[in-house]
T-cell receptor
């Protein structure tokens, strides 16, 4: 069974700090990796996607991928209370996305 | 608001009713998906359509019947549902390109309650 693992949290950070969200995956052949943000009662919203080893930056968000360690992370700089949500890591398996359980982030003012 | 439009936003139905969920996208995506999401759980894949043909059925009970009439529309027909089917039903779509799998974009979902 191919798996995606995330710490469920909650991860609590003060406003303005860097939030670091981590994800590991079991299928070494995975090539595509996605981060979704989901507010309570809402649908998942795509934040970042990354295909190659290294870092990919978009505004306050940075996705990091290390295929050798089967590890993908999401950094949120200058965290804001509006970033408080569940962050879902997703890995593309054979024709389908495999989601982690999600990490709940709480940004405290 | 998203570019994947789902209707209705909320649906309450009895166990003997027949209803349909609708999903529409105009992004030229040729892959469309149905997911089911229970509270505090990640989305669970139900069906995948590629080029209007069913490519993945995740062993979903026959009381859920998908339909893809054209490249922009996806329906989910519901009949004789059970209370445990109450959930948020999400539609998503994506381009079909290789080798990199394209991101899936989700609609706002239909919150379904079975009485």
């Amino acid at each position: 069974q191919k798996e995606v693992e995330q710490n469920s949290g909650p991860l609590s950070v003060p406003e303005g700090a860097i939030a670091s969200l981590n994800c590991t995956y079991s299928d070494r052949g995975s090539q595509s990796f996605f981060w979704y943000r989901q507010y309570s009662g809402k649908s998942p919203e795509l934040i970042m996607f990354i295909y190659s080893n290294g870092d990919k930056e978009d505004g306050r968000f940075t996705a990091q991928l290390n295929k050798a360690s089967q590890y993908v992370s999401l950094l949120i700089r200058d965290s804001q209370p509006s970033d408080s949500a569940t962050y879902l890591c997703a890995v593309m398996g054979t024709g389908k996305l495999i989601f982690g359980q999600g990490t709940t982030l709480q940004v405290k003012p | 608001d998203t570019e994947v439009t789902q209707t209705p936003k909320h649906l309450v139905m009895g166990m003997t009713n027949k209803k349909s969920l609708k999903c529409e996208q105009h992004m030229g995506h040729r892959a469309m998906y149905w997911y089911k999401q229970k509270a505090k759980k990640p989305p669970e894949l139900m069906f995948v359509y590629s080029y209007e043909k069913l490519s993945i059925n995740e062993s979903v009970p026959s009381r859920f019947s998908p339909e893809c009439p054209n490249s922009s529309l996806l329906n989910l027909h519901l009949h004789a549902l059970q209370p445990e089917d109450s959930a948020l039903y999400l539609c998503a779509s994506s381009h079909l390109r290789t080798p990199d799998n394209q991101p899936q974009h989700f609609g706002d979902g239909t919150r379904l309650s079975i009485l």
